[in-house]
């Protein structure tokens, strides 16, 4: 299904051309969660979210030849990074869907997992519900997603530095934690735990970091929105990073919720 709207493919467009760089930085949250999880050999899991399938590959790996992985993601562009990371992998498989809508079968997947891919939905209670009706019995999700701007270094460090106010966003819907708990009750989940999990993290070095803090997260909504600020922010920003660089790498606070909850 190809968006209709033109913010939405161009953010698409530029965490596949990033995804690389994305992934170095999101990957010790990412396994957080997988390691929240358990053991996952033999199991089928599906990954809400799957971006351009660094996770995929994790959760593959981790399920072994006898499991199976579906990845699923609403977005064109990255998906098709994720098809050529994953073409290998015969039990590896990949829809372009709106996991809120996806008709897998019922009971079909022992764990649910996703890397800051539940976030956005709509209607999260019946997006969650959705996800719960495909487990199986005894099945777990578990996902990371962000707490506060202000705890996070990764996006309140850059919009410090470009003298732009903190505003919500939509990425940080799930920064209170009795929202969450209340979202997965009402879907019918069990025995939920939300954990924080703070890591430093890192794509390289000052001009990586600047090109994902310039075009991803909140300062990179803001300067989708008001492209004009570009040349008067992007000096402001490096001389930040260039501040917290140490041996030419900069490393950035991030700060998430690592949760997890049961069917019963």
Not at 8 to 17: G, K, N, S
Not at 187 to 210: H, M, N, R, Y
Request: net charge negative; hydrophobic share 45%; proline share 5%.
């Amino acid at each position: 299904m190809q968006s209709v709207d033109p913010s939405f493919d161009i953010v698409d467009r530029t965490r596949a051309e990033l995804a690389d760089l994305i992934d170095l930085q999101m990957a010790p949250l990412g396994l957080a969660a997988i390691n929240a999880l358990g053991p996952m050999q033999g199991k089928t899991i599906l990954d809400v979210g799957c971006g351009a399938g660094q996770t995929t590959l994790q959760l593959a790996e981790r399920a072994g030849n006898s499991g199976r992985v579906v990845g699923v993601d609403i977005a064109p562009a990255v998906l098709m990074v994720a098809r050529a990371r994953s073409n290998h992998l015969p039990a590896v498989s990949l829809q372009q869907a709106d996991a809120a809508q996806l008709s897998l079968p019922d009971q079909s997947v022992d764990f649910v997992y996703s890397r800051f891919g539940v976030m956005f939905f709509a209607d999260p209670i019946h997006a969650f519900g959705n996800l719960r009706r495909m487990l199986r019995s005894g099945g777990r999700i578990g996902f990371v997603c962000w707490r506060s701007i202000q705890e996070n270094e990764l996006d309140f460090l850059p919009l410090e530095a470009a003298g732009l106010a903190l505003r919500d966003a939509p990425h940080i819907s799930f920064e209170q934690p009795s929202f969450i708990k209340e979202v997965l009750c009402a879907a019918g989940f069990d025995k939920i735990t939300i954990d924080p999990f703070d890591a430093e993290v890192s794509c390289g070095d000052i001009d990586k970091t600047l090109e994902v803090v310039t075009q991803v997260g909140a300062l990179g909504k803001a300067l989708r929105d008001t492209p004009d600020m570009r040349t008067v922010v992007e000096p402001r920003v490096r001389a930040a990073l260039a501040e917290r660089a140490n041996s030419g790498r900069v490393s950035l606070n991030a700060a998430t919720w690592i949760v997890t909850a049961l069917k019963a």
